[in-house]
Antibody
Framework: EVQLVESGGGLVQPGGSLRLSCEASGFTFSRYWMNWVRQAPGKGLEWVANIKEDGSKKQYVDSVKGRFTISRDNAKDSVYLQMNSLRAEDTAVYYC???????????????WGQGTLVTVSS | DIVMTQTPLSLSVTPGQPASISCKSSRSLLNSDGKTYLYWYLQKPGQSPQLLIYEVSSRFSGVPDRFSGSGSGTDFTLKISRVEAEDLGLYYCMQGIHLPLTFGGGTKVEIK
């Protein structure tokens, strides 16, 4: 059974930093691109970033470029999101999601974690 | 960025009755590889989104056959042939042909 478990969310002041983690199980992690998607309270879904199976390629939505960094550790079956210079508008539940096909940026995600809440407020 | 527009915003359906959700994209989702990169997700209350349909009309593993997807180019539809109580939640369409991946605003399905 595919499982994705996020952690690391919490309350942080504007301008602060936070590192989210997502631990995967139930599949061969090193074969899949991985994504982060967020959802502001009461709002819709926004794709944030993805990373190639070997970590050699990373892509971001414009609103987080230069502030967020996605990374992974295939030995630990984990993907991370380092978030710096946080703003109030970054407040959201952050989901980790697996790409739909192995060894390919398929354009969709098939399994999602339960999410971790990040609140940016003074 | 590709804009995804869903209608209606909300839908109240009697169990056993059909339901239909429309999704329009600002650009064609047909790729040169022959695939159309349109997907449907359901977010049940208090849960994370779950994939229902990929590439317009293929049901994901475990998705009941009362769910079906259709469409082409820029116009797509999700249909539920006979709504059940467990189908309540927010339905989102998503495009995967160009980054950033973008989602529709969501359609809330309520059960009468």
């Amino acid at each position: 059974e595919v499982q994705l478990v996020e952690s690391g969310g919490g309350l942080v002041q504007p301008g602060g930093s936070l590192r989210l983690s997502c631990e995967a199980s139930g599949f061969t992690f090193s074969r899949y691109w991985m994504n982060w998607v967020r959802q502001a309270p009461g709002k819709g879904l926004e794709w944030v970033a993805n990373i190639k199976e070997d970590g050699s390629k990373k892509q971001y939505v414009d609103s987080v470029k230069g502030r967020f960094t996605i990374s992974r550790d295939n030995a630990k079956d984990s993907v991370y999101l380092q978030m710096n210079s946080l703003r109030a508008e970054d407040t959201a539940v952050y989901y980790c999601a697996r790409d739909g096909d192995p060894y390919d940026s398929s354009g969709y995600t098939d399994y999602w974690g339960q999410g971790t809440l990040v609140t940016v407020s003074s | 960025d590709i804009v995804m527009t869903q209608t209606p915003l909300s839908l109240s359906v009697t169990p056993g009755q059909p339901a239909s959700i429309s999704c329009k994209s600002s650009r064609s989702l047909l790729n040169s590889d022959g695939k159309t990169y349109l997907y449907w997700y359901l977010q049940k209350p208090g849960q994370s989104p779950q994939l229902l349909i990929y590439e317009v009309s293929s049901r994901f593993s475990g998705v009941p056959d009362r769910f079906s997807g259709s469409g082409s180019g820029t116009d797509f539809t999700l249909k539920i042939s006979r709504v059940e109580a467990e189908d309540l939640g927010l339905y989102y369409c998503m495009q995967g042909i160009h980054l950033p991946l973008t989602f529709g605003g969501g359609t809330k399905v309520e059960i009468k």
